[in-house]
């Protein structure tokens, strides 16, 4: 096991691109949309598509604060109404529904990576684990289709909270629900500024790049796969 884990108490996991990744490369355009949307995207300029992004993520951002999954859905089907409209998609009301309902039920637009079921198993025995992830009240049905739900003895989630990361709220949330103090925690996630709202509370961060994209340069210990940590 990794010497930073021996002195620690308690170890938070992200869960996207540190526990799985989407089906579809893209975690808000799935399969679902692709197969619906997708030969109209071709005719999108990059430019385009990155604005209908943001500000479809604007607009996630501020009604975030959430409960159920009916909820969730009916937030999906405005983002991809936001979307459809900006970029001229054309999409029926019964396919932005049948996208957005997709986005929320449907389990198999998440990929879990080879080795951590094994590795998250493996340190449940040793440790307890949470979660702290900015995500949606689907998200328990991810962590249960992926069969690790079980593993995790506590959880803080952005939507319970109506913020996202690195607000200090989501780490402190953490740390209250585990009981420990910051310097007995460690947190793995795939975003630096993540870990930077982590370790100004003295929580020992942890940079995870899996995904290519988070493989930067930083002052945290680095992986590239959960293994390396047992």
């Given at each position: ?9 308690v170890i938070f996991f992200d869960v996207g691109y540190t526990i ?189 790049a899996a995904n290519p994209s988070s493989d930067v340069d930083t ?12």
């Amino acid at each position: 096991m990794q010497k930073i884990l021996l002195d620690k108490s308690v170890i938070f996991f992200d869960v996207g691109y540190t526990i799985d990744y989407p089906a579809s490369g893209d975690w808000m355009f799935t399969k679902r949309f692709y197969e619906i949307a997708g030969e109209c995207l071709k005719q999108c300029a990059e430019t385009q598509i990155i604005k209908a992004r943001e500000t479809g993520a604007e607009y996630l951002e501020k009604e975030h604060h959430i409960l159920t999954e009916e909820e969730e859905a009916e937030q999906f089907y405005q983002y991809y109404r936001i979307i459809s409209e900006l970029l001229k998609l054309n999409l029926t009301e019964d396919e932005i529904t049948s996208i957005a309902r997709d986005r929320t039920y449907n389990m198999d637009n998440y990929i879990i990576y080879p080795d951590a079921r094994n590795v998250i198993k493996t340190l449940s025995m040793t440790h307890r684990l949470g979660i702290i992830s900015d995500t949606w009240p689907s998200i328990e049905n991810q962590l249960r289709a992926l069969d690790v739900l079980q593993f995790f003895s506590f959880a803080t989630y952005s939507f319970s909270l109506g913020v996202f990361k690195p607000d200090r709220l989501m780490y402190l949330d953490a740390l209250q629900k585990c009981g420990c103090e910051a310097k007995d925690t460690v947190f793995i996630d795939d975003s630096p500024i993540c870990l930077a709202g982590a370790a100004e509370l003295g929580i020992t961060p942890v940079l995870i790049a899996a995904n290519p994209s988070s493989d930067v340069d930083t002052p945290y210990m680095k992986i590239r796969s959960l293994s390396e940590l047992i």
